[in-house]
């Protein structure tokens, strides 16, 4: 982990945003959060995260300052700094009840790797802090995330009810 509470992977840097950028970001004014973070939020990004999911992270962050590494990342690439897409947890374990991760990469770097290393990288950073145990949960359609836990050698549990309504599966890798 860098200094700043990045993961850094062989082509990535995950980014822990600021709170400033959460609330940015949460307002819609992405260039500000640009200026902040010193990376650019491009349309993609904020398409891809909604008020409820900023706020959700941007109330984590501040319940747990001194733990902020459990909220979501900007994933960078290390050889251009081009935002790929998000990752992170789903919230400190604490409110959660298990560290379970999550990720999105956009459009134009789908298949590519990438979710796969940034899953890897948020996998190792949860093991260093003690962790037995990563959940991850998939929508059944989602062939490319599916691909992903099974590469990296999640296990199916039980199939998880109706979230936002549709069905995910619930995965899990013992570490």
């Given at each position: 982990?860098?200094?700043?509470?990045?993961?850094?992977?062989?082509?990535?840097?995950?980014?822990?945003?600021?709170?400033?950028?959460?609330?940015?970001?949460?307002?819609?004014?992405?260039?500000?959060?640009?200026?902040?973070e010193g990376f650019s939020f491009s349309d993609d990004f904020l398409d891809t995260v909604n008020d409820l999911f900023?706020?959700?992270?941007?109330?984590?962050?501040?319940?747990?300052?001194?733990?902020?590494?459990?909220?979501?990342?900007?994933?960078?690439?290390?050889?251009?700094?081009?935002?790929?897409?998000?990752?992170?947890?789903?919230?400190?374990?604490?409110?959660?009840?298990?560290?379970?991760?999550?990720?999105?990469?956009?459009?134009?770097?789908?298949?590519?790797?990438?979710a796969a290393e940034s899953a890897q990288g948020l996998v190792e950073w949860a093991r260093g802090q003690g962790t037995?145990?990563?959940?991850?949960?998939?929508?059944?359609?989602?062939?490319?995330s599916l691909g992903v836990v099974h590469r990296l050698g999640f296990h199916q549990t039980l199939p998880q009810g109706?979230?936002?309504?549709?069905?995910?599966?619930?995965?899990?890798?013992?570490?």
């Amino acid at each position: 982990m860098a200094n700043d509470g990045s993961i850094e992977t062989p082509r990535l840097r995950l980014v822990l945003l600021q709170s400033t950028s959460l609330a940015l970001l949460r307002a819609r004014d992405a260039q500000a959060a640009s200026r902040v973070e010193g990376f650019s939020f491009s349309d993609d990004f904020l398409d891809t995260v909604n008020d409820l999911f900023l706020a959700r992270n941007l109330e984590g962050r501040q319940k747990w300052p001194s733990d902020p590494g459990w909220f979501v990342r900007a994933i960078v690439r290390k050889s251009d700094g081009e935002v790929l897409g998000h990752c992170g947890f789903h919230g400190a374990p604490q409110d959660v009840g298990r560290a379970e991760i999550g990720y999105t990469i956009f459009a134009p770097y789908r298949r590519r790797g990438y979710a796969a290393e940034s899953a890897q990288g948020l996998v190792e950073w949860a093991r260093g802090q003690g962790t037995s145990v990563v959940f991850a949960t998939v929508a059944p359609n989602n062939i490319g995330s599916l691909g992903v836990v099974h590469r990296l050698g999640f296990h199916q549990t039980l199939p998880q009810g109706p979230r936002a309504n549709h069905e995910e599966f619930v995965f899990e890798l013992a570490l």
